[in-house]
């Protein structure tokens, strides 16, 4: 009983500030669920999938190899840690515009980006789709690499050393000891880098507004638009309640599962 | 006469406000649409207002850019706060008809000899958005038009006279040919053309339309009546599509609206079409003589008007109405509106505002400022529709298809016409 | 070539007279690492200080404070960065208590409910935070908190993030740990307090870091709460003289004002990143 009372204050707000909404958004969007059943919202859902097993693997591997990379108490190790978390401190409108002047077809990268075959990456439906995911990684990685700094450190030192005491190499060290130990971190991340990718769209914004020919309309942005641009917010109400609905059932089946995997014991 | 007793009217009851210690409060939401420090200098002339009418407090709201402003407008209404007055595009009428949201300024015209001589000087092609069925819904505050920008010594270097910008598409797409320059490889280095597809926005579009004789829309239409499908809109569409992939004298994809002026101010393009609000951005970073021009036609000359306009928001009660009138009137004076202009690079949108010393002063400096004032006699409304941003995107998406080469231009036109009524439907099947 | 591999040379290096390099050669996966932010990083840096003529030519300099006095006078930045302190900080005290009462019940609820528990508290990440706005607005409106600061945070108070970040921490607490802190009669306040908080430090750390620098930049949700020019927070300051939708980009003023915008946070990450890779939470932790 007594943990389910240290639960209440999150519970309290939740339900004024998430489930009453929730709530809201289920009464106003449920009639106009079959608004749904356009061609935009399809190619919408296609966008976003493919943005999401993109971003997802891509910033979690960037971030796990950055904070493998990056622990420890060097100098300059402290120095790449800001960098790599700079894109995470800066408004995404000010890191997302050095993209719009890094990417830009009479730019300084012309020669490069030509030589890519990409002469005007924003202005093309797959080059503006890579851009919206590079940025979107670069954006994510330092956020999950600080997740796993606070994650190895839960590491007890000496299982570590006792596996290269043992004659484990380091790659064999972080197969047997750091990978397993950092799976309650790895769950975490893991779901966080999937919501997010579902969430922190700010930079398309920015980048490419959706376009160029509906390239880059990641759901979220759909919803955004569909409410405040279209002031439609019926539709954008249902588009919500859909992701609720998708992401919830996925919780139910699919987290107790993945969590099957994680040792949270050392 | 009339006026002196107005203004007794006006001291006696702002003797007796402050007498009483009573300030009408009013509140004002704005968008800022230029980079620097626009949303300052609003303040600043709030201030001046303030200090002006000390009976009147002023609520100013920064509402972020145009789209965001209108979100938060439209929150504020669903919310049943409505500000008293806000900064939105002139072609969110209809959407704010739709809404319930706003109401004519025609009885306060009728009583206000300062107003109705206000509403007959704006120039008459930024009132076209402000009016439906004989009432004025919108007063212009931050007006602009699209226009030709092009380096004179870009001119020069290829031999084309630098004073005798083109007049037509075919001259646009022969001068583009000689300014368009190559190095030893055969790589571009300077293009002679850029005419931007911003991504959901289809105002350059629809000055391409007017210049090759038609219009986005059926004047007759309140809103309801789109018009792609149409020949006019085929050909500004392909006539795009060409510049990059027949003439090869502009950049190959989608051109971004806000990298355009950068690179046209670099050198890297020798022409540009792009708002009469990039002057100051212009003039701030090309190190050449650059010249403005109005937009070449194809049988007419014409451009849309953009830009945002004072309204009247449901629910301001008398006292606070009267205050907000006072504050549009302020805001909208020549005075006022040659200040802004020399301050932002939007277009004065009173005509006696280029009358007065400073203006003229200004204008003496940048003879360029003068382009859009002239253009304006070619003007159209700029498309007015219920549903606005969405019809928006369909056309703009579509002329991407076009300008990207996946689709033919008749397909594309056909298509979004459909999607275009589609989206109409639910306000318009009355 | 192999992690081993690349150990072993590095080793070999670390005889006297090449250490320098041997201690190079080990940073090499962290100088990897640097590289793809090191553009953007460098770009906003210097642009911060270069006119955005030359950077439209593709150059960079000649160096100017221009860009930082043009940004400086745009805002009333002393007023924002209160704002945004009081906001973030005050929200953030809260946060930290929420989130460990949260993450503890979390990790603590038997088998069968904790799951149940864990879903109901993630369901905030469920949601698009932009189809939250209209409603959560309403509610604030309701409660007569719009155009505060307190209207701004009290969304952010439950924190499902931060819950299921700690709740990951506490679940490694050994249980013979709890138990043995129960077992000696604390109260779960003092277990939490005295026995728990120690060890989840880098959890909270990571979280409260999180915490501070998503609502630094928030955006969307403060336009449409905030009226008063005087209840600013710096998004919106940087929104109100760095975009322009009608114009060119002014890449100088941009850079100038994230760096403004930014700089705060950067200098308190360079400060407390320790928090995350020293070793206090290893030790005492087993064996």
């Known amino acids: 009983m007594r943990p389910w009372l240290f639960l209440l204050p999150t519970l309290v707000f939740l339900a004024a500030f ?24 399809a190619s919408s859902l296609r966008v976003t999938l493919l943005y999401v097993l993109l971003n997802v693997p891509l910033s979690i591997l960037l971030g796990l190899l950055a904070a493998l990379a990056l622990e420890g108490n060097g100098r300059l190790r402290q120095w790449v840690r800001v960098l790599v978390f700079h894109p995470v ?24 980006l030509r030589g890519l075959g990409l002469q005007n990456p924003l202005g093309d439906p797959l080059g503006a789709f890579l851009a919206v995911v590079l940025v979107g990684v670069l954006k994510d990685a330092g956020l999950y690499m600080l997740y796993y700094l606070a994650g190895l450190q839960n590491i007890p030192k000496e299982l570590l050393e006792a596996a290269q005491v043992d004659g484990a190499g380091r790659a064999l060290a972080f197969f047997k000891v750091t990978w397993p130990l950092l799976t309650p971190t790895t769950f975490f991340v893991g779901v966080m880098a999937a919501l997010g990718a579902l969430r922190n769209v700010d930079h398309i914004f920015i980048l490419t507004k959706g376009g160029p020919t509906g390239a880059t309309d990641h759901v979220l942005y759909r919803v955004y638009t569909l409410g405040f641009e279209y002031f439609d917010f019926p539709a954008a109400s249902a588009l919500s309640l859909a992701l609720l609905a998708f992401l919830g059932l996925l919780a139910l089946v699919a987290l107790p599962r993945l969590e099957r995997g994680v040792h949270y014991d050392a | 006469m009339a006026r002196d007793w107005r203004k007794q009217t006006v001291g006696l009851l702002v003797a007796l406000g402050l007498a009483f210690g009573q300030k009408t409060t009013i509140t004002f939401y704005y968008p800022v649409g230029v980079a620097g420090p626009l949303a300052r200098f609003i303040e600043a ?18 509402g972020g850019n145009y789209e965001e402003n209108q979100a938060k407008v439209v929150a504020a209404i669903k919310a049943g706060t409505p500000p008293d007055t806000a900064i939105l595009l002139s072609q969110q009428l209809f959407t704010l008809l739709s809404m319930d949201a706003i109401e004519p300024f025609d009885p306060y015209i009728a009583r206000d000899p300062e107003l109705k001589q206000a509403v007959s000087d704006f120039f008459p092609a930024f009132m076209m958005n402000s009016t439906l069925d004989g009432k004025v819904y919108s007063l212009p505050f931050q007006r602009s038009t699209p226009i030709l920008y092009y380096n004179k010594e870009a001119f020069r270097e290829a031999g084309l006279d630098p004073n005798r910008p083109p007049a037509t598409w075919d001259e646009l797409v022969e001068y583009a040919k000689r300014l368009t320059k190559r190095d030893a490889q055969g790589r571009v280095v300077r293009y002679g053309v850029a005419i931007p597809t911003e991504n959901r926005s289809t105002w350059l579009l629809e000055g391409l339309v007017i210049q090759a004789g038609g219009l986005l829309y059926d004047p007759q239409g309140r809103g309801c009546k789109v018009l792609v499908n149409t020949e006019p809109v085929r050909q500004a569409m392909q006539f795009k599509r060409d510049l990059a992939a027949v003439h090869k ?19 890297k393009v020798a022409m540009i079409y792009h708002s009469t609000g990039s002057l100051g951005f212009i003039r701030d970073n090309a190190r ?15 451009v849309p008007t953009g830009g945002a306009n004072f309204y009247l928001f449901k629910g301001s009660d008398p006292k606070k109405r009267e205050a907000t009138l006072r504050f549009i009137k302020f805001m909208t004076s020549p005075e006022l509106q040659a200040r802004w202009s020399i301050d932002s690079g939007y277009v004065a949108a009173r005509r006696a505002s280029w009358s007065l010393p400073i203006m003229k002063e200004y204008v003496k400096k940048w003879p360029q400022a003068l382009t859009a004032r002239e253009q304006l006699a070619y003007a159209k409304a700029e498309l007015p529709a219920y549903n606005l941003q969405q019809v928006k995107d369909i056309i703009a998406e579509a002329e991407q298809a076009v300008v990207l080469g996946q689709k033919d231009v008749r397909e594309v036109a056909r298509e979004a016409q459909a999607r275009v009524d589609q989206a109409l439907a639910p306000f318009c099947s009355r | 070539m ?21 201690r190079l050669l080990r940073e090499v996966p962290a100088l990897a690492v640097s590289l793809p932010f090191l553009v953007p990083a460098a770009f906003t840096f210097l642009a911060a200080f270069t006119p955005t003529a030359s950077l439209n030519r593709g150059e960079l300099g000649p160096f100017t404070l221009e860009n ?19 906001f973030t900080l005050g929200l953030l005290l809260i946060q930290l208590f929420t989130v460990t009462t949260a993450g503890f019940a979390l990790a603590q609820i038997a088998q069968r409910g904790r799951d149940w528990a864990f879903r109901l508290v993630l369901v905030q990440l469920f949601l698009p935070p932009t189809a939250l706005i209209l409603p959560n607005f309403l509610a604030l409106r309701g409660l007569g908190l719009t155009d505060t600061l307190t209207g701004l945070a009290l969304p952010y108070v439950a924190s499902a993030t931060g819950a299921f970040l700690l709740r990951q921490g506490f679940r490694q607490v050994p249980r013979e740990l709890l138990e043995a802190a129960l077992v000696d009669g604390a109260t779960p306040w003092q277990v939490l307090t005295r026995v728990l908080l120690p060890l989840v430090r880098p959890h909270l750390a990571a979280f409260g870091l999180v915490s501070l620098v998503y609502h630094w930049n928030e955006f969307l949700w403060p336009l449409v709460v905030i009226q008063s020019p005087e209840k600013r927070v710096l998004s919106l300051g940087f929104a109100s003289f760095a975009r322009s939708a009608e114009s060119g980009m002014e890449w100088g003023l941009i850079a100038a004002g994230a760096l403004l915008v930014g700089l705060p946070m950067l200098l308190a990450f360079a400060l407390f990143q320790r928090a995350f890779v020293e070793s206090f939470a290893r030790s005492g932790l087993k064996g």
Request: charged share 15%; hydrophobic share 50%.
């Open chain 1, 18 to 41: 998430t489930y009453v909404p929730a709530l809201r958004i289920a009464i106003e969007g449920l009639p106009a669920l079959p608004k749904l059943l356009v061609p935009e919202n």
């Open chain 1, 89 to 112: 401190i800066l408004p995404t409108v000010a890191f997302a515009a050095v993209f719009l002047y890094l990417l830009n077809p009479l730019g300084p990268l012309q020669g490069l």
């Open chain 2, 45 to 62: 002339y709030v201030a001046d207002f303030e200090k002006a009418n000390p009976d009147v407090e002023v609520k100013t709201v920064f």
């Open chain 2, 249 to 267: 004298v502009s950049p190959e994809g989608v051109i971004a609206w806000g990298t355009t002026p950068g690179d046209f101010a670099a050198g």
């Open chain 2, 288 to 302: 050449f003589e650059f010249g403005t021009a109005f937009q070449p036609k194809k049988v007419r000359y014409g």
């Open chain 3, 2 to 22: 192999t992690l081993r591999g690349l150990r072993g040379w590095a080793g070999r290096a670390a005889r006297p007279g090449l250490r320098v390099g041997g």
């Open chain 3, 68 to 86: 930082l006095r043009v940004a400086w006078a745009s805002a009333d930045f002393p007023r924002l960065y209160l704002n945004t302190l009081l």
